[in-house]
């Protein structure tokens, strides 16, 4: 199993400094002593949320420091608290001290929040300072500083999207072309030996884990080829890319399709059923433009969605991630109806 890896810095702001000052108004001889305290540094949070699958934001941003609190002033003014800073991370990271190794925090559901580096404490000023003996103390604090340390934060990905077809598809072609990913690529089949898993940027803090597994022939769920055991790494995606190879190099694209989709069949129920796209590889090299209209028509008359690319030019990629983060997106609303209609009929029953 993959596991992304970042690694932050994180720093408590400094706490402001007590102010030494004398009350000095006219008629008023003497006054006493009115420095204010100063203002705590600003600390820093981890919290656990939904909205996120990767760590990949982190590396871009590895700094996080707090700011500053503000000095005491005089007239017993309190210098102002700096703001707290909450850095957001995926359920199911754990947050380790680097120098230490010490865990801080397991994030195993959403909404958990970790003081990761407390600000620094504002320094009192000399007007905390003052008892019946001492009535005039020429004393002040400074303010303490922000905590800093190295953290590593983990996390195991869980694959939000599965590419699925017959070995020599293109599936290792497409992730190498969509994430940093760079499994190996050849022109023979079982190329692939183990799952690899890529982190695909789609901008906006918005990530997907892709997840390539072997290739499927007939017979996979009976041990041939490699068999079928790579399939437990996209139970648990949302959607599968079935790649099917539309060049000249494959003679026919939809009893490919239907190979592999037995084999999903045999293998489980569940995973067969899970929503897909159909993904023509190789436009590049498409000498008949009837297989690809074929296996369109196919798709069309079963429902199926459908779309094509070149992983070689490039050309359909840009569409195809677009795709696929609208199918997410929309898995993810439905997700959130139907609970918000247990709760509701819950609600109801009370
Ligand atoms: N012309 C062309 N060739 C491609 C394209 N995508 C993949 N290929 C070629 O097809 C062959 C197989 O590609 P892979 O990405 O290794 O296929 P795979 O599905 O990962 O295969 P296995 O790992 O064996 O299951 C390689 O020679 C690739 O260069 C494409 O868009 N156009
Ligand atoms: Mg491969």
């Known amino acids: 199993m993959l596991i992304d890896r970042a690694r932050i810095h994180v720093r408590g702001g400094n706490g402001g400094n007590g102010c030494m000052a004398f009350r000095r108004e006219?008629?008023?001889?003497?006054?006493?002593?009115?420095?204010?305290?100063?203002?705590?540094?600003?600390?820093?949070?981890?919290?656990?949320?939904?909205?996120?699958?990767?760590?990949?934001?982190?590396?871009?941003?590895?700094?996080?420091?707090?700011?500053?609190?503000?000095?005491?002033?005089?007239?017993?003014?309190?210098?102002?608290?700096?703001?707290?800073?909450?850095?957001?991370?995926?359920?199911?990271?754990?947050?380790?001290?680097?120098?230490?190794?010490?865990?801080?925090?397991?994030?195993?559901?959403?909404?958990?929040?970790?003081?990761?580096?407390?600000?620094?404490?504002?320094?009192?000023?000399?007007?905390?300072?003052?008892?019946?003996?001492?009535?005039?103390?020429?004393?002040?604090?400074?303010?303490?500083?922000?905590?800093?340390?190295?953290?590593v934060l983990e996390l195991k990905l869980i694959a939000?999207?599965?590419?699925?077809?017959?070995?020599?598809?293109?599936?290792?072609?497409?992730?190498?072309?969509?994430?940093?990913?760079?499994?190996?690529?050849?022109?023979?089949?079982?190329?692939t030996l183990e799952p690899n898993l890529g982190v695909v940027d789609l901008g906006d803090y918005k990530t997907l884990v892709v997840a390539d597994i072997p290739g499927l022939i007939e017979g996979a769920h009976t041990g041939a080829g490699l068999g079928d055991r790579f399939l437990r790494h996209v139970e648990r995606t949302k959607l599968l890319l079935h790649l099917v190879d539309v060049s000249g190099l494959s003679k026919d694209p939809i009893a490919d399709y239907e190979t592999v989709s037995h084999e999903l069949e045999a293998y489980s129920r569940e995973v067969a059923a899970k929503p897909k796209i159909v993904v023509a590889t190789k436009l590049d090299a498409l000498d008949d433009e009837d297989r690809l209209k074929e296996l369109e028509r196919y798709c069309r008359a079963r429902n199926l969605e459908f779309h094509s690319i070149s992983a070689a030019s490039g050309k359909g990629l840009k569409e195809l991630?677009?795709?696929?983060?609208?199918?997410?997106?929309?898995?993810?609303?439905?997700?959130?109806?139907?609970?918000?209609?247990?709760n509701l009929s819950f609600a109801n029953a009370e």
């Open 26 to 151: 006219k008629f008023v001889p003497r006054g006493g002593p009115s420095g204010g305290d100063g203002g705590r540094g600003g600390s820093i949070y981890i919290e656990s949320t939904e909205g996120m699958n990767t760590l990949l934001h982190f590396r871009y941003n590895p700094e996080h420091t707090a700011g500053r609190g503000r000095h005491g002033e005089g007239s017993k003014r309190h210098g102002a608290n700096a703001e707290d800073i909450v850095l957001k991370v995926p359920v199911g990271t754990l947050v380790t001290d680097e120098l230490t190794g010490e865990i801080i925090h397991d994030f195993t559901s959403p909404g958990e929040r970790m003081l990761v580096a407390s600000g620094g404490r504002g320094g009192r000023g000399n007007a905390q300072f003052a008892t019946p003996t001492n009535r005039a103390p020429r004393y002040h604090e400074e303010g303490k500083p922000g905590e800093e340390r190295w953290l």
């Open 321 to 342: 991630l677009r795709l696929v983060e609208k199918r997410l997106d929309d898995f993810k609303r439905e997700e959130e109806e139907a609970t918000q209609i247990s």
């Open 160 to 191: 939000d999207v599965g590419l699925v077809g017959l070995p020599n598809a293109g599936k290792s072609t497409l992730i190498s072309r969509i994430s940093a990913a760079r499994p190996k690529i050849a022109d023979y089949p079982f190329t």
